[in-house]
């Protein structure tokens, strides 16, 4: 069983509002992703994160921004939600040790909706 | 275009009766396949990982294969259980760069019936 944890796990709300997913992981691991995911569609890196003070951006172009201030720790924000976010949000982690077996443990994820 | 197509989409299977679901990818140069198991409202959790080198690993009831030539990998379920309806998802990571990316699927949604 992963120790990641997102919170809240579903979030409804209106159009302009400034929010906060929360991330957070006690496996000690220094790399964390942020990932979209539409249904039935596949997985969507839009942030990940090498270490502390270190954030970058994925393959899919989003308005949100994330912070690494503590290892364990890795918040996603959206300034202004609007209905095109509306989606699943999937935080993961990983280790260290040979490329081959640094498997990504994902959170449970955030089911957002925006009216 | 994504570089991991996954077939069927979707399946319906009754309790106690294997299947195999198909992953094929074009992701160059490669390092690793993983299948994932996503529950509805879920994230996705580890069946197993395969190397280059590697054409079969077994977790349990779950049996994944890699033809590294081909470019193709299998995930044979046996004796199903209702506990085993979820989404599928065939994972190829590149060795390409030190993040080493990730290429998901669509993934298989199985549903296992009584």
């Known amino acids: 069983e992963a120790d990641i944890y997102q919170t809240p796990r579903y979030l409804v709300i209106g159009t302009g509002k400034k929010i906060t997913l929360e991330c957070s992981q006690t496996m000690g691991h220094d790399k964390m992703y942020w990932y979209q995911q539409d249904p039935g569609m596949e997985l969507h890196l839009i942030h990940y994160?090498?270490?502390?003070?270190?954030?970058e951006k994925g393959d899919l172009s989003s308005e949100s921004t994330v912070s690494r201030i503590r290892t364990e720790h890795f918040p996603l924000t959206l300034e202004s939600a609007r209905p095109s976010h509306t989606s699943q949000y999937l935080c993961a982690s990983s280790g260290t040790g040979p490329k081959s077996q640094r498997t990504q443990y994902f959170g449970p994820g955030t089911r957002l909706l925006v009216l | 275009k994504n570089q991991v197509e996954q077939s069927p989409q979707s399946l319906i299977i009754l309790e106690g009766k294997n299947c195999t679901l198909q992953c094929n990818y074009t992701v160059s140069p490669f390092s690793n396949l993983r299948w994932y198991k996503q529950d509805t409202g879920r994230g996705p959790v580890s069946l197993t990982i395969m190397t280059f080198s590697e054409n079969t690993k077994s977790n349990g009831r779950y049996t994944a294969t890699l033809d590294a030539d081909t470019k193709q990998s299998s995930l044979h379920i046996t004796a199903s259980q209702l506990s085993d309806s979820a989404s599928y998802i065939c994972v190829v990571n590149d060795r390409g760069s030190t993040l080493g990316r990730l290429y998901f699927g669509r993934g298989t949604q199985l549903t296992v019936w009584p």
């Open positions: 994160s090498y270490g502390v003070n270190s954030t």
